[in-house]
C-alpha cells in the first residue's frame, strides 16, 4: 500500500456514510483489507464508494449482482466483512 | 491567524432532508445560499429513513389532519407543542404533493394514488384502529428525498461545500447571528462564512450512545455549535429507542416489518404486545414498544443465551411479501444477525434512534429563546437571524416521543417554514450587519488549544466513555442513583474532552483533527441529556423512571433548558393552545 496518510484519510472519511449498515461493513473491510488496497483494487474500492448509500448496500448485501467485473473481487471482500 | 471571509444571504449548515428543503426554498427565491455538509449531501443520514413521510391524504380510506394531530400529541405524551404540530399535520399534505411533483419516485396504488402504509401509533378517528398514512418509496423513503431534493437544489444552483464542516455560530454583541466559521477538510483552513441568515439542519446526536441505529456523522455538530454561543438546549432528556435494532449491530429493522403484519414474541413464543397495548400491539407507539421490550428482558422473558433480546417474527407473511413490501430486511437479517427472516425470527433490541430535543424554535423555524427586555420576560424571543429544522430542533412535534413517519414530515414543513421565515426576515432587513472582529477568535482558540495540546487526553477513549457512560445510565429504563452517578461522570468526561489532543499536526485531511472537533459537539448533546434526566423526576414519553413510574403533569408539563453556560437548567411551558383546533387535554395514554 502506498498512499499517504492523507489519502488514506480521505478514504477513511469516504467511509462515512448516511446508512450504518455500509459504514459497519466499511469499517469491518478497512480493517481486514486495508494492506490490499492498491492498483486495480484501490481503483474499484474508490469507484465503490462513490455509489450512492442504497446502490452500495444491494451490492454489498447481494441484493444485486454487480454489472462490472472490474469492480467483482471488492464486492466479494465487501461481502464476507 | 488571518481568516478569509465569504459572504451570502444565507448559510444552511447540513444537507439532509432539512437542509435540501429549505436550501432549494432559498435558492428559488433568488438568494445567495451555501450548503455546508461533512459529507456528500445524498449520504446525509436522512438516506436512511425506510418507513415514510406521515401524511393524511387519505389516499387508502377515510383521514383527518385533525387525527393526525390527535395522534402526534398523544405519541408526544402531550409534551409536544400543540400550535406547531397542528401547524405540521396540516402542511404535510401539501408538502407530500410538492415532492411528487419534484418527481419523487412514491409506490402507487392502482389507481394512481400515492400509497400509504401503517405505522406504529397512526390511527383514524381518534385512536379507534390503525390507519394508513405513511407516503413511501419502499423501503427507501428517505434515499427517494434526499436524490429528488438534491436534484432539485442543483437545478435552483444552490452552492454546496462537500466536505466542509461548520465549526461555531458567528453572533454580534446584539446576539444577532450572522454566520459560521468552517474548516475545509481538504486543506485544513477555515473560513468565515458571513451570512445574513444561517440555518441549522445537522441532524441529530445520536452517536452519544454505544447501541445507536445512527450514521457516524450525527455527531450534534448543530447543538455543540449553539450551546457553545449561549443558546440553550430543549428537551434533551426525551431520546426515543427504536423497538427494532438488530440485537448487537444497532442496524435498524424499520417499523414497517409490523405495519406489513409482523410482530414481536418474548422467549416463550408470546405475542407480549397484546398484554401491554391491546388495541394497537405491536403498532402502539415506539416508546410503548420499546418499554415492553424492556420490561420482558427485565422480567426474564428476554430470549437468547443471555435472555437479551426479543424476537421479531415475519415468516408467517412469505418471501414474496417480504421481497416486495420489505426488500432490505432479509439482506440486514443475515448480514448482522446472521439468520434468515424467511425462516427464524430476527433477534431485537430497543436501540437509540432518534433526539426528541433540541436547539429551541418555534413553528416558523425560528430559534427562540428566553430573554428579558423593556421591564418584561419572554420565554420565546426570537434570535435575530438563526433558524433550525429538522432533527437538531426542537419546535417541538415530537415532545416525549417521536412517531415513526413523523421525522419525515418534520424536516420537510419545518425545512420549508425556516426558509419561508428567512425570506421575509431578509426582505424586512435587506442591509449586511458587519462582522465583529473577532469573528473567529473562539474558533481559533479551539484550535489552537487542540493544535499545542500535550499530556492530553485521546479523542477515541473519551468518546468511548461518553457513549458509556450515557448507555449505562441513561438508557430506556431510569434510576435515580444512576443518573446522578452519571451527571457527575459525564461532567468529569466534559473536562477530560477539554483537553484532547490529536498527534497528527497535519493539515490536510486530517481526520483525526475532525474527530476531535466533532468530540467538542457530542460532549455538549451528552451532557445536557444526562443532567436534563436527571432533574426530571417523572415518566414520560420515551423513558421509564424508576422512582417516578407515572407522568406528571402537575410539576412536569414543562419543557426543559440546559445552558452550557453554568451547566444550568431553566423550564418553559409547553404550548397546549393549537393554532385553530381545540386543544387536546392530557389524558392517561393507552392503545
Not at chain 2, 404535510?92 to 409506490?107: I, N, Q, R, S
Not at chain 2, 484550535?447 to 477513549?461: F, I, K, P, Y
Request: hydrophobic share 40%; proline share 4%.
Amino acid at each position: 500500500m502506498n498512499m499517504t496518510n492523507a489519502e488514506m484519510n480521505r478514504l477513511r472519511w469516504s467511509c462515512r456514510r448516511g446508512l450504518l449498515e455500509n459504514e459497519l461493513v466499511l469499517e469491518r473491510f478497512l480493517h481486514a483489507h486495508a494492506a490490499l488496497l492498491e492498483g486495480e483494487r484501490l481503483a474499484a474500492f474508490k469507484t465503490l464508494l462513490g455509489y450512492g448509500d442504497d446502490e452500495l448496500w444491494d451490492l454489498v448485501s447481494g441484493r444485486r449482482e454487480c454489472g462490472d467485473p472490474a469492480l467483482g473481487e471488492v464486492v466479494r471482500l465487501l461481502r464476507n466483512c | 491567524m488571518a481568516v478569509a471571509r465569504r459572504s451570502f444571504d444565507a448559510v444552511v449548515v447540513g444537507a439532509g432532508g432539512a437542509g435540501l428543503r429549505a436550501a432549494l426554498q432559498l435558492s428559488e427565491a433568488g438568494l445567495s445560499v451555501a450548503v455546508l455538509s461533512k459529507v456528500f449531501p445524498t449520504r446525509s443520514h436522512t438516506v436512511a429513513a425506510q418507513g415514510g413521510i406521515g401524511a393524511a391524504l387519505g389516499n387508502m380510506g377515510e383521514d383527518s389532519w385533525l387525527w393526525h394531530m390527535y395522534d402526534t400529541v398523544k405519541g408526544s405524551d402531550w409534551l409536544g407543542d400543540q400550535d406547531a404540530i397542528e401547524f405540521m399535520v396540516r402542511e404535510a399534505p401539501k408538502l407530500v404533493y410538492e415532492l411528487e411533483h419534484f418527481g419523487m419516485p412514491f409506490d402507487r396504488n392502482e389507481n394512481g394514488t400515492v400509497y400509504q402504509r401503517p405505522f406504529g401509533g397512526h390511527s383514524q378517528n381518534f385512536g379507534e384502529r390503525p390507519v394508513q398514512r405513511s407516503c413511501c418509496a419502499a423501503d427507501r423513503t428517505g434515499h427517494a428525498m434526499l436524490h429528488t431534493l438534491y436534484q432539485r437544489n442543483v437545478r435552483a444552483r444552490t452552492q454546496f461545500f462537500v466536505e466542509w464542516m461548520a465549526l461555531d455560530l458567528l453572533r454580534d454583541a446584539s446576539g444577532q447571528v450572522l454566520g459560521v466559521t468552517a474548516l475545509e477538510m481538504e486543506t485544513g483552513e477555515v473560513m468565515v462564512l458571513h451570512a445574513r441568515a444561517t440555518l441549522f439542519a445537522t441532524g441529530g446526536a445520536g452517536r452519544i450512545f454505544s447501541s445507536t441505529t445512527n450514521a457516524y456523522i450525527c455527531t450534534g455538530d448543530g447543538l455543540g455549535m449553539a450551546a457553545r454561543a449561549g443558546i440553550p438546549l430543549e428537551d434533551m432528556e426525551f431520546w426515543q429507542f427504536h423497538p427494532t435494532g438488530v440485537a448487537g449491530a444497532g442496524v435498524l429493522i424499520t417499523e414497517g416489518v409490523r405495519g406489513e403484519g409482523g410482530y414481536l414474541l418474548n422467549k416463550g413464543g408470546e405475542r407480549f404486545m397484546e398484554r401491554y397495548a391491546p388495541n394497537l400491539k405491536d403498532l402502539a407507539s415506539r416508546d410503548v414498544v420499546s418499554r415492553a421490550m424492556a420490561t420482558e428482558i427485565k422480567e426474564g422473558r428476554g430470549a437468547g443465551p443471555r435472555g437479551d433480546y426479543l424476537l421479531l417474527k415475519l415468516d408467517h407473511l412469505g418471501p414474496e411479501v417480504i421481497e416486495k413490501r420489505l426488500p432490505g430486511i432479509r439482506e440486514i437479517a443475515k448480514k448482522f444477525a446472521d439468520i434468515d427472516p424467511v425462516k427464524d425470527p430476527i433477534p431485537v433490541v430497543p436501540t437509540v434512534h432518534y433526539m426528541m430535543g433540541g436547539i429551541p424554535t418555534n413553528y416558523r423555524g425560528e430559534v427562540v429563546v428566553p430573554a428579558f427586555s423593556n421591564g418584561r420576560s419572554d420565554p420565546e424571543a426570537v434570535v435575530p437571524g438563526f433558524y433550525a429544522a429538522g432533527e437538531c430542533a426542537c419546535a417541538s412535534v415530537h415532545g416525549a416521543n417521536r412517531l415513526g413517519t413523523n421525522s419525515l414530515t418534520d424536516l420537510l414543513v419545518f425545512g420549508k417554514a425556516a426558509a419561508e421565515s428567512i425570506i421575509k426576515f431578509l426582505q424586512e432587513n435587506p442591509g449586511r450587519k458587519d462582522l465583529p472582529k473577532d469573528a473567529a477568535e473562539r474558533t481559533e482558540a479551539r484550535l489552537a488549544r487542540l493544535d499545542g495540546q500535550t499530556n492530553g487526553e485521546s479523542v477515541a477513549e473519551v468518546g468511548m466513555e461518553i457513549r458509556r457512560t450515557m448507555q449505562a445510565h441513561c438508557g430506556v429504563f431510569r434510576f435515580p442513583d444512576m443518573l446522578a452517578k452519571g451527571v457527575k461522570k459525564i461532567r468529569e468526561i466534559a473536562d477530560r474532552a477539554s483537553r484532547t489532543q490529536v498527534k497528527d499536526k497535519s493539515r490536510v485531511f486530517n481526520t483525526a483533527r475532525i474527530e476531535a472537533l466533532e468530540l467538542d459537539n457530542l460532549i455538549e448533546a451528552a451532557r445536557a441529556s444526562m443532567v436534563s434526566a436527571e432533574a426530571r423526576r417523572e415518566s414520560r414519553g420515551a423513558h421509564d423512571r424508576a422512582d417516578h413510574h407515572s407522568r406528571d403533569d402537575s410539576n412536569w408539563l414543562k419543557h426543559t433548558l440546559w445552558y452550557k453556560d453554568g451547566d444550568r437548567l431553566e423550564y418553559k411551558p409547553v404550548h397546549m393552545k393549537p393554532l385553530t383546533a381545540r386543544t387536546i387535554e392530557p389524558k392517561v395514554r393507552t392503545y
